[in-house]
């Protein structure tokens, strides 16, 4: 998908990449993200599509639990994330970006 009438919902995660995710309650992931000089940037939360868009795009995509949906890092700032590769935690628990 790479038409930009398409949202993050029409991604879909990767069997088993979803396998190894241990989501909670509301079927959400903490991710962490940190910048390739090892600086924490924030954290904020995946859904499997979230995940799955940012893998495809390479673009951070969260889901806001307060807006219930989606957002892209950048969009409205112009500070975007370039995600340059993402890793699980051992126990599938948390997303490293």
């Known amino acids: 998908m790479t038409n930009n009438t398409t949202s ?25 993200v940190q910048a390739d000089t090892g600086e924490v940037l924030m954290m904020a939360w995946m859904d499997d599509h979230a995940l799955a868009h940012s893998l495809h795009t ?17 969009e409205t700032s112009g500070n975007v994330q370039e995600v340059i590769g993402a890793r ?5 628990d948390t997303i490293l970006l």
């Open 8 to 32: 993050p919902a029409d991604y879909d995660l990767a069997p088993d990449i979803a396998a190894r995710l241990k989501r909670n309650e509301q079927g959400l992931v903490p991710a962490i």
């Open 58 to 74: 390479r673009k951070g995509t969260y889901f806001s639990r307060s807006r219930n949906g989606y957002w892209v890092k950048g």
């Open 88 to 92: 699980l935690d051992c126990d599938g």
